[in-house]
Structure formats: C-alpha cells, structure tokens
C-alpha cells in the first residue's frame, strides 16, 4: 500500500519570527472543564462497550456547556449562592441487542470524578450536572458496522501538529503546568484551579500576563491578598529561570486594582474557578491537542475531546500528528509540522494526504517512512486515548 504522504520544505523556523502569541487555560477554567468532561464520558463509555461487548461503538460526546453560577466572596471565605451549571449533550450507542447501556449515568459519574479529582475547593452542590445524550445518526453507526480489521473515518476532518515546542511554548506549558500541580497548590492552597498563561513574545524579550482565581478564605484583607500574590509570583518566576534563556517579565491579575482595599478590587473567588460567578464554559474553546492555543502555528478548530478515540479522525488525527511530529524531530532533529487529513467512510490509515514539513530536506525519505509507519499502527493511537497517554486539552 502506498500513502499519500507529501513532505516539503518549512518555510520559516517558528524561532525565527519576529512575534509570538501563546495561550494555555488551567483546568479550572470554564472551557478546559467542558473538555475533560466530554473526553472522560468518551474515555468511559469507551471503556463499558469494551468490557461488555469487546468493542468500541458509535459515540460522539463532544458538546458541552458550561453556564457561570452565582458567588460571593468574602475576606475570610464566601458563599456560592447559584450553582454552576454543565449540560452533556452528544450522540452514543445506548442499546445493543436487548441490553441497555446506562450512557447518561456513565456521563455524570465521569463529569463528577473530574471535578472531585481536580477542583479541590469544590463541593458536590457548587455544580449541577445534566446529560442531553441521545442516538446517533444511522448512516454513522452503519460505518462502525462496514469497518473490518481498520475502522473507517467516521468524518472529513484533519489534524494538525508541530515539534518541537518553541521555548515560548514551553514556558507557557510548563509555568500552567506547575501552578495547577499539587505541589504548587499545597505550598500555595489560596490558588485556585482556574488559571490562563498568556506569552507574547518580541524578538528576544518575553513578557508573561498570568490569571489567577484566588480562593477568599485564605485572605484576611486585602494587604494579605497582596502579600500572597507578590510570594505567588516570585514563585512562578524562580521557576522560569530553569527554563528560557531570553529575558522574560511576568505579572499576575493585571485587572487588580492595586488601590483598592475591597473583595471585588482583586480576583478572589469562593471556589478557586471564575465559572461560579462570571465565566461560561463551551467545548472546544480551549486548548488544542498540543495543549496550547498557540496562533503563529498552524491549527485546527476541531474539538477532539470527546469525539469516539476509534474512527473519529477529528481527535485520532490531531493525535496521530502530534507523535509523527515528535518521532520525526527526534529521529532528524528538524522543526516539523504535520497535517493529516480523512475522508468519512475511508480506513483511518490510509488518509486522503498526509503533509509532512521539515527543514532538512535531505531526510526526506526517513520523515516519510515515520509517517508510515505511525499510519499503519493508528490503532495504538486508541489505546494510548483511552488509557490517558496522550495530552488533548
């Protein structure tokens, strides 16, 4: 078999530019907890139809809706007064034969695990969770019937990557990385999960606008949120003097007003999260699979977080890019960008064209073999989806 594999040469190293823009949400933040709820549903409804009938079936959960609660915070800890809504809507396989499959439980459960496991200042009665799941379209269930040894593209879709990360990227990944880690939040429990890093570089000068939601109870007034913030970021900028070799600047909650004395002068919530007062939440908004929202780079609009990990070529392919990526700049050591794009009803590893660019044009031959052969193993892909190897969000 012989894939449609272009390899070309990039036209500019993403170092090389003048600018960069780099963006990545916590996981508190409204669109990022949309997300991961989607693709956990996935993740465990992929898990049921597995463990009772061998086989992934047809299943798109990739919408969600995250509507802002009501809140009021206080110095010494608040109150939510509304909960934060989540509405799960989507398409699954809820019958085989005579056996009903509990998909909008499965839903839920999966929704609450999230939040349990990752928004530690969060109770069972700060969210309302409720499912709108229902059966999928027959012509798309009839593709995962059709399909043999290698499941058939169940949309035209495509899915971009790029490797290595810039060093911009870098820091944006790694300082979201360590404020939502355990141990930044143990050092630090006054930060909540709902985080964004924002990077724009110029030339060789960084500066980073970094949001925090602090958590009100931490606080007597407003001299000790300010305290806490300046310790905060003298953190995140010892951490990044590991990590950039240019010169970087970093402020924290530029909307803080640096006169004021009250809760509403500073960015201080009950929960930690910005959705239990002001912000909504939808799929797909957020991160790209690379884990950044990264706008000087080639992307892709798709949301894969919930989309079916065996046929959806909108979350396989985004993930499959990714690694073709990072094996081929390991392999020759060249900035690549991938492009993958399907065709609905044809073998996921046979794409409509598989677009390859490297710097080196002289390891042609061993960027395409990668390819290849990461195309003719795609169903690894599913694995490492579903046993959470891979980042997508």
Request: aromatic fraction near 6%.
């Amino acid at each position: 078999m012989e894939r449609n594999i272009v390899v070309e040469k990039i036209p500019i190293k993403i170092e090389e530019q003048a600018v960069e823009l780099i963006e990545r949400k916590g996981l508190g933040h409204p669109d990022t907890i949309c997300d991961a709820i989607c693709e956990a549903t996935s993740r465990e409804l992929s898990k049921y139809y597995i463990k009772e009938f061998n086989s992934i079936f047809h299943h798109n959960v990739d919408k969600a809706l995250l509507v802002a609660g009501k809140s009021q915070p206080r110095f010494g800890g608040g109150e939510i007064i509304e909960p934060i809504k989540i509405i799960i809507a989507g398409r699954a396989t809820s019958k085989i034969d005579d056996k009903l499959i509990p998909v909008n439980e499965i839903a839920i459960e999966a929704a609450k695990n999230y939040i349990k496991k990752n928004l530690l200042a969060v109770k069972d009665e700060h969210f309302k969770i409720s499912t709108e799941i229902m059966s999928g379209a027959g012509n798309l269930q009839e593709v995962f019937k059709k399909a043999q040894s290698i499941p058939l593209a169940n949309d035209t879709s495509f899915g971009v990557a790029f490797a290595p990360y810039s060093e911009t990227e870098n820091i944006v990944l790694k300082t979201a990385d360590l404020i939502n880690s355990l141990d930044f939040r143990k050092k630090f429990p006054s930060v909540g999960e709902d985080i964004k890093v924002m990077a724009f570089r110029n030339n060789d000068k960084i500066k980073l606008t970094v949001a925090i939601a602090f958590i009100d109870k931490y606080f007597s007034d407003m001299k000790d949120y300010k305290d806490n913030k300046a310790k905060v970021t003298e953190a995140i900028i010892k951490n990044l003097n590991g990590l950039v070799k240019r010169e970087v600047d970093c402020v924290v909650n530029t909307l803080d007003n640096p006169n004021g004395d009250k809760v509403d002068d500073a960015y201080i919530t009950v929960t930690g999260l910005s959705a239990e007062m002001g912000d909504d939440g939808q799929v797909g908004r957020g991160n790209r699979a690379s884990g950044l929202i990264t706008p000087c780079r080639a992307m892709s609009l798709e949301a894969p977080c919930g989309k079916n990990p065996i046929s959806h070529t909108g979350k396989l392919y985004n993930v499959l890019a990714q690694l073709i990526a990072n094996d081929i700049y390991k392999k020759i050591g060249s900035e690549t960008h991938v492009k993958i794009l399907s065709q609905i009803g044809k073998p996921i590893d046979e794409p409509f064209v598989c677009s390859v660019l490297i710097e080196d044009m002289s390891r042609e031959k061993e960027a395409r073999e990668i390819a290849d052969s990461w195309l003719a193993d795609i169903q690894k892909v599913t694995e490492m989806i579903i046993n959470e190897k891979v980042r997508l969000y």
